[in-house]
């Protein structure tokens, strides 16, 4: 059995255990749309990864939203995923090297007021912890 491995992050009222990531099938990289985005360092990244060219890269993986690029979304029939997201494994499939965007879930500011949306995304996290 693993150990829990629960994390929390000043100001957030709520803690994040990263064992239920395996359980929950890949809820924050599925659902409704939005953006993923990512600057130049994580596209580098990303290309050497993949070993693809750059211009493959920006062409077949990223839109453009006003000056940021984010990547695509692949639409399903009632959802949508993250390009990289593998369906039938219900992983990552560029996790080693995925935007901070994704490193830093479920930690984002507007988690900070929406933690029922949150709950309901992710069943990894314990609201109202005693710090």
């Known amino acids: ?6 994390i929390s992050k000043i ?3 709520y803690q994040f255990n990263t064992n239920e990531c395996e359980a ?21 990244k990303l290309v050497d990864f993949l070993g693809v060219d750059i211009q493959y890269f920006y062409k ?3 839109i ?8 695509i979304e692949i639409q399903k029939e009632d959802h949508f995923n993250c390009v990289f997201f593998n369906e039938e494994t219900k992983k ?21 007021t929406n933690i029922k949306e949150l709950q309901e995304e992710c069943p990894a996290i314990k609201v109202n912890y005693e710090v």
């Open 92 to 112: 990552c499939q560029v996790y080693d090297v995925r935007p901070n965007q994704c490193k830093t879930f479920p930690f984002w500011d507007y988690f900070k």
């Open 1 to 6: 059995m693993l150990k829990e491995n629960w």
């Open 24 to 44: 929950c099938g890949g809820h924050c990289c599925s659902g409704q749309s939005g953006y993923i985005y990512v600057d130049e360092a994580e596209i580098k």
């Open 64 to 71: 453009k939203n006003g000056y940021k690029f984010s990547l």
């Open 11 to 13: 100001g957030y009222n």
């Open 60 to 62: 077949k993986y990223l």
